[in-house]
């Protein structure tokens, strides 16, 4: 059968106002979703300039009218607005009750959607020459004596909606080889249904059929070239603008902020505030070493007074979430949880046998992990209640707890024991495994860290003469989380007070009683940066917290405590707020 196409010269068009959408697609939903929704896409895409999204919008209902006849309205709104309908005609569409509806619609230019009440003197032909056939299944048989359609040959066609309503013979589009064994691709791949594609486009766009193709196919090599150049150029700045700045980035120290404190009686030459929590919204916890106080200066300089415990606050550790705090003071053999806003004291948590000794920081669910002075180690909750996670058998002397941190990689905790080193807790079972065995006497575990999700490093006290009791010698190993590749890092002779590692790095900071705070890179064993007591006050305590993007390190001192901002410079001198892997 020959199949006519006949484009009109000019574009038919709606007004301005009115129309919404270049074409409304009506189809069958049972048979041809795939079909019309490759159309939708590629009428849209065909003959587009880079810089556009579209060259025309089609509007194609992907909801099922028979399940949710409430859509009836929306779909007439959507009719309304377009300047052509296109039909996917078939035998299923010809029955479907829906497709039928829409072309009624669409003749009678909204006078008539009920076909059974369809009057041929509603037709509106400005609205027929709008109607652009897209045959899919069946057949459409024209008869030039009768000038209607050949209703006895004609399946694919409503004839009930149809009948008459052509003047002259329509042209469409035959896409029956769709329906073919061989499942075809429905893109640019595809050649006769990219001339599918044109030729529907022809009338829609107002243009000829060479034009369009010319169009299409200049824009097309001009969008992929344009899409490559942006791919290497993004690229290329990539590395340029954030892999190679960052990988040579260094840190700088600055100081953001000082605060005044009430000064209150110390112990010989210890230092009146020996612990120092922050948070990561910028609020820091201070807890005195002599009378149990602990104050709160917030991010705006105000300052709260949480009274409660008694003798050496020894931690604090914030729950932002819950904006709580919890304090432990080796003295009074007790925790308190504050709530640090109103300062009202929320839970008293007494040690259930011995004294709290150390804690983790805090979950984000809300759960701190403390030791006790008789190695056991219980999960305390931001609701005050306990549970014991593991308790070290009588006949095991390891010594104290000395650290916990929190090992998510594991799955578990990480302890330091006192006279055994580092060790891996199970939180399903609560079993125990040491990471480094070392049975010597002259050696002295103080507290260790979890770098990254591969590394720990470890403060230790060792003797170096041999036989001797007396531990002289101040080091930070290193090893991996297996218990592997432990190797020394800097000896001091003065104690280290704490480790704090950067989250997703490898890099953490030590601090010593000589007022030293430098940063390690746990990978290869490079100092990165220093901080030393000419630059700041002397430094017997300090915390680190993320504000933000930015590291935040708190010096305590006999009556002030500083406030100090880590960043990064890059090469061009652009300062990045975090600790780059690459270093």
């Given at each position: 059968m020959k199949e006519p196409v006949k484009a009109e010269s000019q574009r038919i068009t709606v007004s301005a106002k009115s129309r919404r959408y270049d074409a409304f697609i009506s189809y069958s939903t049972e048979l041809d979703t795939v079909l019309a929704r490759a159309l939708e896409i590629h009428l849209e895409r065909f003959a587009k300039p880079w810089f556009r999204l579209r060259s025309i919008n089609i509007f194609r209902d992907e909801t099922s009218l028979a399940t949710n006849p409430g859509l009836w309205p929306a779909i007439v709104w959507h009719l309304n607005g377009s300047a052509f309908l296109v039909v996917l005609a078939s035998e299923s569409a010809a029955k479907s009750k829906w497709v039928r509806k829409e072309i009624c619609h669409w003749i009678t230019d909204g006078a008539c959607s009920d076909p059974q009440q369809l009057d041929r003197s509603q037709i509106k032909q400005d609205k027929v020459k709008r109607v652009l056939l897209v045959l899919t299944e069946g057949a459409i048989v024209w008869d030039d004596t009768a000038c209607d359609f050949d209703w006895l040959l004609t399946t694919a066609l409503p004839q009930e909606v149809l009948s008459g309503a052509f003047h002259n013979e329509p042209s469409w589009n035959d896409l029956r080889w769709t329906r073919g064994p061989a499942k075809e691709a429905f893109d640019r791949t595809n050649e006769k249904f990219m001339q599918a594609v044109a030729k529907l486009s022809v009338p829609i766009r107002g243009l000829d059929i060479k034009s369009l193709i010319r169009t299409d196919y200049r824009e097309h090599k001009k969008t992929k070239r344009i899409a490559w150049i942006a791919y290497v150029a993004s690229a290329i700045l990539a590395i340029l603008t954030v892999v190679l700045p960052i990988a040579m980035a260094t840190p700088h120290w600055s100081k953001v902020a000082s605060f005044d404190l009430p000064e209150v009686p110390s112990y010989a030459d210890l230092p009146t505030y020996m612990c120092v929590a922050v948070s990561g919204t910028g609020d820091i916890a201070i807890g005195s070493a002599t009378n149990g106080n602990v104050r709160v200066i917030f991010s705006d300089g105000s300052q709260n007074l949480l009274p409660g415990l008694s003798g050496y606050v020894s931690h604090l550790g914030f729950a932002e979430s819950e904006r709580c705090l919890l304090g432990i003071a080796r003295d009074s053999k007790g925790a308190i949880l504050w709530d640090i806003d109103t300062g009202k004291r929320l839970f008293d948590i007494a040690c259930p046998s011995g004294s709290w000794w150390c804690m983790s920081r805090c979950l984000k669910s809300g759960r701190w992990y403390m030791a006790t002075d008789e190695g056991t180690v219980w999960q305390i909750g931001i609701d005050g209640t306990l549970s014991k996670v593991f308790s070290l058998p009588h006949d095991e002397d390891w010594g104290r707890i000395q650290s916990i941190d929190i090992c998510k990689s594991m799955n578990g905790l990480i302890v330091c024991f006192s006279d055994r080193g580092p060790a891996t807790i199970n939180l399903h079972d609560g079993t125990v495994r040491l990471?480094?065995?070392?049975?010597?006497?002259?050696?002295?575990?103080?507290?260790?860290?979890?770098?990254?999700?591969?590394?720990?490093?470890?403060?230790?006290?060792?003797?170096?003469?041999?036989?001797?009791?007396?531990?002289?010698?101040?080091?930070?190993?290193?090893?991996?989380?297996?218990?592997?590749?432990?190797?020394?890092?800097?000896?001091?002779?003065?104690?280290?007070?704490?480790?704090?590692?950067?989250?997703?790095?490898?890099?953490?900071?030590?601090?010593?009683?000589?007022?030293?705070?430098?940063?390690?890179?746990?990978?290869?064993?490079?100092?990165?940066?220093?901080?030393?007591?000419?630059?700041?006050?002397?430094?017997?305590?300090?915390?680190?917290?993320?504000?933000?993007?930015s590291q935040t390190l708190c010096v305590a001192a006999k009556d002030s405590i500083e406030k100090w901002q880590l960043s990064w410079d890059t090469l061009w001198g652009i300062p990045v707020p975090f600790a780059p892997r690459l270093k």
């Amino acid at each position: 059968m020959k199949e006519p196409v006949k484009a009109e010269s000019q574009r038919i068009t709606v007004s301005a106002k009115s129309r919404r959408y270049d074409a409304f697609i009506s189809y069958s939903t049972e048979l041809d979703t795939v079909l019309a929704r490759a159309l939708e896409i590629h009428l849209e895409r065909f003959a587009k300039p880079w810089f556009r999204l579209r060259s025309i919008n089609i509007f194609r209902d992907e909801t099922s009218l028979a399940t949710n006849p409430g859509l009836w309205p929306a779909i007439v709104w959507h009719l309304n607005g377009s300047a052509f309908l296109v039909v996917l005609a078939s035998e299923s569409a010809a029955k479907s009750k829906w497709v039928r509806k829409e072309i009624c619609h669409w003749i009678t230019d909204g006078a008539c959607s009920d076909p059974q009440q369809l009057d041929r003197s509603q037709i509106k032909q400005d609205k027929v020459k709008r109607v652009l056939l897209v045959l899919t299944e069946g057949a459409i048989v024209w008869d030039d004596t009768a000038c209607d359609f050949d209703w006895l040959l004609t399946t694919a066609l409503p004839q009930e909606v149809l009948s008459g309503a052509f003047h002259n013979e329509p042209s469409w589009n035959d896409l029956r080889w769709t329906r073919g064994p061989a499942k075809e691709a429905f893109d640019r791949t595809n050649e006769k249904f990219m001339q599918a594609v044109a030729k529907l486009s022809v009338p829609i766009r107002g243009l000829d059929i060479k034009s369009l193709i010319r169009t299409d196919y200049r824009e097309h090599k001009k969008t992929k070239r344009i899409a490559w150049i942006a791919y290497v150029a993004s690229a290329i700045l990539a590395i340029l603008t954030v892999v190679l700045p960052i990988a040579m980035a260094t840190p700088h120290w600055s100081k953001v902020a000082s605060f005044d404190l009430p000064e209150v009686p110390s112990y010989a030459d210890l230092p009146t505030y020996m612990c120092v929590a922050v948070s990561g919204t910028g609020d820091i916890a201070i807890g005195s070493a002599t009378n149990g106080n602990v104050r709160v200066i917030f991010s705006d300089g105000s300052q709260n007074l949480l009274p409660g415990l008694s003798g050496y606050v020894s931690h604090l550790g914030f729950a932002e979430s819950e904006r709580c705090l919890l304090g432990i003071a080796r003295d009074s053999k007790g925790a308190i949880l504050w709530d640090i806003d109103t300062g009202k004291r929320l839970f008293d948590i007494a040690c259930p046998s011995g004294s709290w000794w150390c804690m983790s920081r805090c979950l984000k669910s809300g759960r701190w992990y403390m030791a006790t002075d008789e190695g056991t180690v219980w999960q305390i909750g931001i609701d005050g209640t306990l549970s014991k996670v593991f308790s070290l058998p009588h006949d095991e002397d390891w010594g104290r707890i000395q650290s916990i941190d929190i090992c998510k990689s594991m799955n578990g905790l990480i302890v330091c024991f006192s006279d055994r080193g580092p060790a891996t807790i199970n939180l399903h079972d609560g079993t125990v495994r040491l990471l480094f065995r070392d049975n010597r006497d002259d050696v002295h575990y103080w507290m260790c860290t979890v770098v990254g999700s591969r590394w720990l490093a470890v403060a230790l006290d060792e003797s170096t003469r041999p036989g001797s009791s007396v531990l002289d010698k101040r080091s930070i190993y290193v090893g991996s989380l297996k218990g592997e590749n432990l190797r020394w890092f800097e000896s001091s002779s003065h104690f280290y007070t704490t480790i704090v590692a950067f989250p997703a790095s490898n890099l953490f900071l030590t601090h010593d009683q000589g007022g030293e705070v430098n940063l390690w890179n746990a990978r290869t064993g490079e100092k990165v940066h220093g901080l030393t007591p000419r630059e700041a006050m002397h430094l017997r305590m300090f915390a680190i917290a993320f504000d933000g993007n930015s590291q935040t390190l708190c010096v305590a001192a006999k009556d002030s405590i500083e406030k100090w901002q880590l960043s990064w410079d890059t090469l061009w001198g652009i300062p990045v707020p975090f600790a780059p892997r690459l270093k």
